[in-house]
């Protein structure tokens, strides 16, 4: 497997204090601790109600600005919380790259929540998706791999079953094969979450959907990538419950959840292989793919 990039600059407390006291003093003398280091960012804890985001990889600069320049605009329309920033933080001598201080919100991530008891976020989860799922507009951000037509993805596809870290991958094939087949988007360009797996929907203690997070890989392109969550997030039953809430929208036809089918897949390979510093994103990695290949529909 591989590991996560590896970061080109330290974001440190002391760092990010300087930051803070340079570009937002008021905040500067708050509580601040790292509560979280990904792929991208680095986030750190910032009081009791805020956190900041810091792009520790030059490649997260443009998920930082996405969110910067978009999410205002589109958790207008949302009825669930979003990590809108309250501050921008700009590049300066200290980080020559932007930065943001966004809201902290309580709960638990619903990686963390067996997958039979996460029922109670479908209903508001599919709320989220229809309400973000209307046409971009023009200038929206475009994401080489997130959106696209699946052929677009087939080829890291197919390098990931032939590396011997995907289990079942001969059942694999068939399925991705016929989901690049369908029938592709040809309606207008929908805003697309593009990471919409339970590492990134904040519950409450009710198990109640708490907020959406990480919205970096926002994109204009085809809605079926966010629907690959009714494998990602879901077993049977929720699954069978997201759909049908979301069919009686009338906006996603039968090639759309194909489409999604295969976006499940090529999202489990993808965490299968590249997630052997993270088992939480390796955990949601192997339950995708195993709903993914004994239940299809």
Do not use: K
Not at 32 to 46: E, F, M
Not at 263 to 285: F, P
């Amino acid at each position: 497997m591989a590991d996560r990039p590896a970061a080109d600059v330290d974001v440190s407390v002391d760092l990010v204090r300087a930051l803070l006291r340079d570009q937002h003093p008021d905040l500067a003398d708050l509580g601040l601790r790292v509560v979280a280091s990904g792929w991208d960012n680095v986030v750190l804890r910032l009081g009791d109600r805020l956190a900041v985001r810091v792009p520790r990889r030059p490649e997260a600069v443009a998920l930082v600005l996405h969110e910067q320049r978009w999410l205002p605009e589109i958790a207008r329309r949302l009825d669930v919380a979003t990590p809108v920033p309250v501050r921008v933080g700009v590049p300066s001598d200290r980080l020559g790259r932007p930065w943001s201080v966004v809201p902290w919100f309580p709960g638990v991530l619903a990686s963390g929540v067996p997958p039979e008891r996460r029922g109670p976020v479908v209903a508001p989860l599919a709320r989220f998706l229809a309400a973000l799922h209307v046409p971009a507009p023009a200038g929206a951000p475009a994401n080489p791999v997130r959106g696209v037509p699946l052929r677009a993805r087939a080829t890291a596809v197919r390098e990931r079953l032939a590396t011997g870290l995907v289990p079942r991958s001969d059942e694999v094939a068939p399925l991705w094969a016929a989901a690049v087949a369908a029938t592709p988007w040809t309606r207008p360009a929908s805003w697309v979450h593009g990471d919409l797996h339970p590492a990134n929907l904040l519950v409450t203690a009710q198990r109640d959907l708490a907020a959406v997070l990480d919205f970096g890989d926002l994109t204009a392109g085809d809605p079926a990538t966010d629907l690959a969550t009714a494998w990602l997030t879901f077993a049977g039953p929720a699954r069978a419950e997201l759909r049908a809430l979301l069919d009686a929208t009338g906006r996603y036809d039968d090639a759309t959840w194909v489409r999604a089918h295969g976006w499940a897949l090529c999202m489990a390979t993808a965490l299968l292989v590249t997630s052997d510093d993270d088992e939480h994103l390796a955990a949601i990695g192997a339950h995708a793919l195993h709903e993914a290949l004994d239940d299809p529909a």
